[in-house]
């Protein structure tokens, strides 16, 4: 019956989270962390793996894993606020000394610790005296990244991301700013920027027909994809695609609320493209990877391949721990 | 059975809706949509997840003061969202806790749970459930050593979560979170959140519950039916848990019924209450051991004072008068107990939440009024002070002014509590009923009195009054009136203890030129002002303003001269070289050709200017008494706005 992990005192206690997910329901929050360990297992350089700090985050993240690889299907609608802790290892450097090259130092891993907050998407349009609102706002205000899901799909539908999002940049805003800590009158945060859903048909044909993809020479695989200067256009685009106004302006409220430098623009899918494994290359007639099953939910239907998963998380992963992960390997 | 009245909602989804969980119905009344959605959503413990459904969970909130209890069912997922995700149904009732505490018989969880599950949730009236009565047998039979130590460690005011559980059927966890709460005084379950199944991960406000891993700070981590106590099992848990054990068979049985009947509310983040908890058992197995020789005797359960006058508002509510007198007996007594002051606003909050207001062929009743005298005395301490009565004008009156009318059997029940009221009550009470009651009660009181009640009760409502008494008394056609009003109000300061406490910058100054306006009936001379001035030490910058404003003509000179006399006393600089500085420097100052400053005026001599063009004496006069007070104002504020 011991305390669980850690005594009262423990630094650790109560620490708030890093990162925390913003986007509407449905855009793919929880799909994505669910996606990212498998992303790092994944990533070209093999050796990057996602572990829990503790049994809880543990636990967790090996349901969400089982959700994609066993169940084959997408997590369910989150209900509460969610906090998990996990620490991203990478493959372990052997280091020369550039005075002394001729012997490596013991090899090292890069660890970066990352606590997730992932929410309901509607929290923030909640009254103020919501405890859960609180424990957000709370929790944004000393968290210092962000990651925020677009989803072209939903706004092709409902259209509401602006409101979302404005309601949650006031929130924090109206906390943050007030005071004189921050002059230049922006949140501190680093934001990085998904596109969600890029394997949706809706939204690869938009990027496609846009002219907005390539094909990485060295892919085998041909997966077409938006080259990284061209990921804020293109999301420009899909905001003046969207069913309200509004969307169009999202762009500029992220800019006028961060530092330019601080946002990254990412097209990301938490399942990727399916390929044929006989044909084994990228096939535009046949990429779709979700499919509706006949008890009418979805289903997953080849191997998963995420996109863009582990990218933003390991470039907020550097800005926010910097010094953690020793060179560029994986962001080159 | 017992019949209680049972508000409720559904959160969930809507077939394709692209949104997330909400209120999607609702019953009407009490509580709206958007406060279900709030504490459903407050106490939501982590997604759902199939393995878990269903899930029971109890909540509590407070809807305008008044506390209420809640218990939702989370169903299996039958329909999918426009994500394709499936999502879970909850089913939500709550009722009041006054309710549920006031039938003859407490509810429990079990209990509570079956009436729901007989609900449809159409329609969008309240539900009348029929609860079972609290079974204390089937709860005792629920007890094992696991629900023993859950109860001891929730004790300790930290959250406990029973793990290597997830075998059992959801239906054996309800009946065992009921078990632990039946194991404690029953007035707990009004702050106690339990869950069927809780996810870590989430940041819930669930305090006792089932989960696969316990979360990573603060709570508990209670395997399921584990003998074993760590080392660091807390004392006053290991006490608790022991003294339980001493109950098996019918015994725990009856303990379990005792326990049922301490209905009075208890926080679980309140130390004292934990503390009172385990006293309570202790007491209780002493009595055992001495009074009835070993033999378990259930106590005829003792109504709590809440209890109490939740049946007392209904019966003024129905307008039972026989009912109302029996339970204002009883209440009586409970009043002539040692009632505490953390009691006394536990029941102000109650009355606040439940006000009471009497029907119109009350308004004369004796009955009514002896509630209220008895409510009174439960409500506030003797004697009643001006602050007492202007809170019992929100607690009972709904409202922060005096003026408002009031239930004539409360201002009759007030008059019975008169005598024993402080001067500072009495002249409040007095006021609200009326003018001759006021008079009568200001009739004798001596002007000495009055000024004192003032200072002491520091309240707005006081000082008006004793500020127009005053000025009634002080006659100019009876000069021992006024001699007899001044001399009190110099020797209460002037009421600046009252009037500075009480009001801003602005109506202090206006205050203090009343009180200086009723004492002297003319604008202040010299003498006046060195009298005044004399016996106060550091008066406030407020009250000196408020003299300038009365000052009569030429009387400059003796203020500046006596503010600068009564600054060096302060300062103990009376006879120093430094005091005679400023002497001379005042003379100068206040020299009748004075004005410019020096090297000015001796220019002029020099150039033949210094004589004045002949004028009127008044001309003269005037002119000579403006630059005086230029002179005294450039003092002033040196002196005034350091
Ligand atoms: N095609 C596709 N659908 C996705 C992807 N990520 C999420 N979805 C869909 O979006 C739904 C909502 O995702 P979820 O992560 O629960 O959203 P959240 O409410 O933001 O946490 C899922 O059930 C999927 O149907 C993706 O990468 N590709
Ligand atoms: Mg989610």
Redesign the interface.
């Known amino acids: 019956?011991?305390?669980?992990?850690?005594a009262p005192g423990d630094p650790e206690?109560?620490r708030e989270p890093d990162i925390a997910m913003w986007g509407a329901?449905?855009s793919g929050k929880t799909a994505f962390l669910a996606a990212l360990s498998i992303a790092l297992n994944k990533s070209r350089d093999a050796g990057w793996r996602l572990i829990g700090e503790?049994?809880?985050?543990r636990?967790?993240l090996a349901?969400l894993r089982n959700t994609l690889l066993q169940a084959r299907t997408?997590?369910?609608?989150?209900?509460?606020?969610?906090?998990?802790?996990w620490m991203i290892i990478g493959p372990a450097e052997t280091r020369r000394r550039w005075w002394w090259p001729w012997t490596a130092r013991a090899a090292r891993a890069p660890k970066i610790k990352l606590d997730f907050l992932d929410l309901?998407?509607?929290l923030y349009a909640?009254?103020e005296?919501?405890?859960?609102k609180k424990?957000l706002v709370d929790s944004l205000v000393k968290s210092r990244g962000l990651i925020y899901m677009f989803d072209p799909d939903?706004e092709a539908?409902?259209g509401d991301a602006f409101k979302h999002l404005d309601a949650a940049l006031h929130e924090v805003a109206g906390r943050m700013l007030v005071g004189d800590e921050y002059e230049d009158g922006k949140l501190p945060h680093h934001i990085a920027v998904c596109i969600t859903k890029y394997d949706d048909p809706r939204v690869l044909r938009i990027a496609m027909e846009g002219g907005f993809t390539e094909r990485d020479p060295t892919d085998e695989l041909r997966i077409p994809h938006v080259p990284p200067d061209r990921v804020r256009d293109f999301f420009r685009l899909l905001c003046q695609e969207a069913h309200d106004h509004n969307t169009e302006m999202i762009l500029d409220l992220i800019e006028a609320f961060f530092h330019k430098d601080r946002i990254k623009y990412f097209v990301t899918s938490s399942v990727g493209l399916f390929i044929d494994e006989d044909l084994g290359r990228f096939d535009p007639d046949d990429y779709l990877n979700v499919i509706?099953n006949a008890g009418?939910?979805?289903t997953i239907r080849g191997a998963i391949r995420p996109m863009n998963v582990m990218e933003p998380v390991l470039w907020l992963g550097q800005m926010l721990r910097p010094g953690a992960i020793g060179s560029g390997r994986w962001n080159g | 059975m017992e019949r209680l009245t049972a508000h409720w909602a559904i959160l969930g989804?809507t077939p394709e809706s692209?949104?997330?969980?909400?209120v999607i119905r609702c019953s009407s009344g009490a509580i709206s949509n958007?406060e279900f959605?709030?504490w459903l959503?407050?106490f939501?413990?982590?997604?759902?997840?199939p393995k878990a459904l269903p899930r029971v969970a109890t909540s509590y909130f407070a809807a305008d003061g008044e506390p209420w209890l809640g218990l939702s069912l989370q169903r299996e997922p039958d329909s999918?969202?426009?994500?394709?995700?499936?999502?879970a149904m909850t089913y939500y009732v709550c009722v009041r806790w006054a309710d549920v505490v006031a039938g003859p018989s407490t509810v429990s969880y079990r209990a509570l749970y079956e009436a729901l599950a007989e609900e449809d949730f159409s329609g969008d009236a309240p539900f009348g459930l029929s609860l079972a009565a609290y079974d204390e047998r089937h709860l005792a039979d629920q007890v094992n050593g696991t629900a023993r130590r859950a109860a001891a460690l929730l004790l300790t005011g930290r959250p406990v979560c029973v793990v290597r559980a997830g075998h059992l059927p959801p239906d054996r966890r309800l009946d065992f979170l009921d078990a632990v709460a039946a194991l404690l005084p029953y007035g707990f379950r009004h702050t106690l959140a339990v869950s069927t199944w809780t996810?870590?991960?989430?940041?819930?406000?669930i305090r006792l519950s089932f989960a696969?891993?316990?979360?990573?700070?603060g709570?508990?981590?209670?395997?399921w039916e584990a003998d074993d106590?760590?080392a660091?099992?807390p004392p006053q848990a290991l006490l608790y848990e022991k003294e339980l054990e001493r109950y098996q068979g019918d015994d725990l049985c009856d303990l379990v019924g005792w326990l049922g009947t301490l209905v009075e509310p208890r926080d679980f983040d309140d130390v004292s209450h934990r503390a009172a908890a385990s006293r309570l058992l202790r007491g209780r197995a002493s009595d055992r051991g001495t009074a009835y020789g070993g033999q378990s005797v259930v106590r005829p359960p003792k109504p709590s004072v809440e209890q109490l006058l939740h049946q007392c508002r209904e019966s003024i509510a129905h307008a039972e008068e026989q009912r109302l007198g029996a339970l204002t007996a009883q209440l009586a007594e409970r009043a002539r107990d040692r009632v505490t002051d953390q009691d006394r606003k536990t029941y102000r909050v109650f009355i606040r939440a439940n006000p009471i207001r009497p029907p119109e062929r009350l308004s004369g009743s004796a009955v009514v009024r002896d509630f209220f005298e008895i409510l009174l005395r439960l409500l506030y301490a003797a004697p009643m002070h001006a602050a007492d009565v202007e809170e019992m004008l929100v607690d009972l009156g709904g409202q922060r002014r005096l003026e408002h009318g009031l239930s004539p059997a409360l201002l009759a029940a007030m008059s019975k509590l008169l005598p024993a009221s402080a001067p500072s009550g009495r002249l409040l009470i007095a006021y609200l009923q009326g003018p001759e009651h006021l008079h009568k009660v200001l009739a004798v009181m001596s002007e000495d009195e009055l000024c004192h009640v003032a200072v002491r009760s520091r309240n707005r409502k006081v000082l008006e009054i004793v500020i127009t008494e005053a000025d009634r008394r002080a006659l100019p056609t009876d000069p021992r009136g006024m001699e007899a009003v001044r001399y009190a109000l110099a020797r209460h300061r002037y009421l600046i203890e009252a009037i500075s406490s009480i009001c801003a910058a602005e109506e202090s100054v206006v205050r203090y030129q009343d009180v200086l306006w009723v004492g002297h009936r003319r604008y202040l001379t010299s003498a006046d002002i060195k009298e005044i001035l004399a016996d106060l030490d550091s008066p406030p910058r407020t009250f000196l303003l408020a003299i300038m404003t009365l000052g009569a003509p030429g009387t400059a000179p003796a203020l500046l001269h006596t503010m600068a006399g009564g600054t060096m006393r302060e300062l103990s600089m009376t006879g120093t070289p430094v005091a005679d500085t400023v002497k001379a420097g005042l003379d100068r100052m206040l020299a009748r050709d004075g004005g410019g400053d020096g090297r000015m005026a001796r220019y002029r001599r020099r150039a033949g200017l210094g004589r004045l063009a002949p004028a009127s004496t008044l001309g003269k006069a005037l002119a000579g008494a403006s630059i005086v007070l230029v002179a005294a104002a450039g003092a002033l504020a040196l002196w005034l706005w350091p």
């Open positions: 019956m011991a305390d669980t992990d850690s206690r109560g329901s449905g503790n049994a809880v985050s636990t967790e349901k997408f997590p369910a609608p989150t209900e509460a606020l969610t906090h998990y802790s309901r998407g509607d909640e009254s005296s919501n405890i859960d424990a939903r539908r409902v509706d009418g939910g979805l | 989804k692209l949104d997330d969980y909400s958007a959605g709030m959503k407050a939501t413990s982590g997604t759902m997840e999918q969202d426009g994500f394709h995700r499936p999502y996810n870590s991960a989430s940041r819930h406000r696969e891993v316990p979360p990573t700070h709570a508990w981590e209670l395997p106590r760590p660091s099992f």
